[in-house]
């Protein structure tokens, strides 16, 4: 019996039939359809944009003065079609129309009063640049009539269509934070934002778009050392010092983890190129009416940088210029602490540690060159009212100068040498007799292990004269702490009958967790 194929003689694969239909229009066909696409989004796009040109810039000061100097005069169409984009313009002692409530209050009256659509053009644009104005009376106008004048629009114009159906994200409350938060759900980039607002990508620039990124960050930062990239380049292109402050200031604060150890130096290139050296405040001030979260998220960003400069510094300093593990360790639990740093030395240390990329950059303002050549450096710390000088001599002592003390070195002229730094008049920081240990305010200590080893000695002056710690009162100038064998002796290091005890992670030294501190066996 014959089959359906012999019946409609179908002598072929059923598989080869459907790759076939897959390829029946030629590939060269299909490339010049998407070219011509292409083509035409572009035709679309430009005349879109011619929506937003205006020719008449050299205008804008004739109508600016006629509107300042004569407010009854009249205006034919062009002059107010000119006069939409005055409104942000100003000259000598002429100010801003925008900036006065009432002159505002004019000019959209005179207006409405010869209403064209052409005019909200020039009208969004100067709402899109005062969106964050301090200046709210005047915005609040603007808003109210643009969004009126969007709502009640009826005409054929594709732009002002768009921007009608878009009028949600010109709400003063949160129409940008909609906006970042939208184009982060339709996985755009950002950088499509004026688009998707439909006005021209010029205006990217303008402060509206500040917390669109902001925004847009919030809902990707899961992703971020994907994202840090892009997000330079949006910062970049964008041009604005209040973003730059806003966006980096929440991302250093979200890297300052261990899991973004090895993204916290790409952060920190970024942070120097668009806001500056935190050792400059000035750079970090915060801006005009910025929020109490974020003054605090600047303040905070700022520190949390200048420890990650501090830590790669010790690092470098304690690796290159003396190669010391213990006085890096140490000095390391205290880089939270540093409020500012410089080291001192010769020229050609300098130069050593310019070669290290993880501070290259840094070195230039953080380095002070001595007249001698001798190959000694000194770091100079300041936490608190101290400054505390390390050397990178292997025999020198630890210096610590109280700020307001006439025993401080002078560092207004260059030094000869580092050894200007050190004085040895100064008194021992902590001495010593068989009962008590003695406080001095300033002083020297060494780095020589004793009965207790020499960090144990800096970690407990540092925590009663440098961090405030308490400590026993005494009629004496110097403040002293019993020393005891069985109880915690400056509540770091004891000892019991069989172990070395301490509180905090020492060479040799096993952890305890039911003590929660570390040991070390008697011998």
């Keep these: 019996m014959p089959t359906t194929q012999d019946i409609l003689q179908f002598h072929f694969s059923p598989t080869t039939f459907q790759q076939s239909a897959q390829k029946i229009i030629p590939i060269n066909l299909t490339s010049l359809n998407d070219h011509r696409i292409d083509k035409l989004q572009k035709i679309i796009e430009e005349v879109g944009a011619a929506s937003f040109s205006f020719s008449g810039d050299n205008l804008i000061p004739q109508v600016f003065r006629k509107f300042k100097n ?6 034919d169409r062009r002059e107010l079609r000119t006069l939409s984009y005055s409104l942000n ?40 640049r005062n969106w964050e104005t301090k200046y709210t009376k005047s915005l609040e106008q603007i808003e109210q009539f643009i969004l009126n004048k969007l709502e009640n629009y009826s005409g054929n114009r594709g732009t002002l269509i768009s921007l009608k159906k878009n009028k949600r994200y010109f709400n003063t409350k949160n129409g940008d934070l909609v906006l970042g938060d939208t184009i982060a759900k339709l996985n755009k980039p950002i950088q499509e934002a004026t688009k998707v607002l439909s006005v021209p990508e010029s205006w990217w620039t303008y402060n509206y778009f500040s917390k669109v990124i902001v925004t847009y960050y919030e809902r990707i930062k899961s992703n971020i050392s994907a994202e840090i990239d892009n997000l330079n380049e949006v910062i970049i292109k964008h041009n604005n010092y209040i973003t730059n402050k806003r966006l980096i200031s929440k991302i250093i604060i979200q890297a300052n983890k261990p899991d973004f150890i090895t993204l916290q130096y790409q952060i920190k290139k970024i942070a ?49 210029c003396i190669n010391d593990d213990r006085r890096k360790k ?9 409020s500012s740093f410089k080291v001192y030395g010769p020229l050609h240390t300098q130069n050593i540690l310019k070669r290290d990329e993880r501070i290259a950059e840094l070195v230039e303002s953080r380095f002070e060159t001595v007249t001698s050549k001798r190959d000694v450096s000194a770091f100079i710390l300041y936490i608190g009212d101290y400054m505390l000088i390390e050397f990178s001599n292997e025999g020198y002592a ?26 040895a008049s100064m008194p021992m920081a902590i001495h010593s007799d068989n009962y008590y240990d003695y406080f001095n305010d300033e002083g020297r200590l060494t780095h020589r292990d004793g009965n207790q080893i020499w960090e144990t000695k800096f970690n407990s002056w540092m925590n009663k004269k440098v961090l405030g710690g308490t400590v026993m009162k005494t009629n004496s100038p110097m403040e002293v702490s019993a020393k005891e064998s069985i109880v915690e002796n400056s509540n770091e290091q004891w000892e019991t009958s069989s172990n070395y005890w301490s509180t905090i992670e020492l060479p040799g030294y096993t952890y305890s967790k039911k003590k929660d501190a570390w040991y070390k066996n008697k011998l």
């Design 70 to 75: 004569s407010i009854n005069t009249n205006f």
């Design 89 to 128: 313009y100003s000259e000598q002692n002429l100010s801003i129309i925008f900036h006065n409530e009432n002159e505002l209050k004019y000019a959209l009256t005179l207006l409405d009063a010869n209403w064209r659509d052409s005019f909200l053009v020039g009208l969004i644009d100067c709402f899109l």
């Design 272 to 320: 120097f190129a668009q806001i500056g050296d935190p050792n400059n405040i000035s750079n970090w001030n915060t801006f005009d009416n910025a929020t109490e979260i974020e003054r605090k998220e600047i303040i905070q960003a700022r520190n949390i940088l200048n420890e990650w400069i501090t830590q790669q510094f010790i690092n470098v300093f304690f690796k290159v």
């Design 330 to 338: 140490f000095w390391l639990r205290f880089a939270s602490k540093i």
């Design 398 to 423: 630890f210096y610590a100068y109280k700020i307001t003390s006439p025993y401080r070195p002078s560092l207004d002229f260059k030094l000869n040498s580092v050894d200007d730094l050190r004085n």
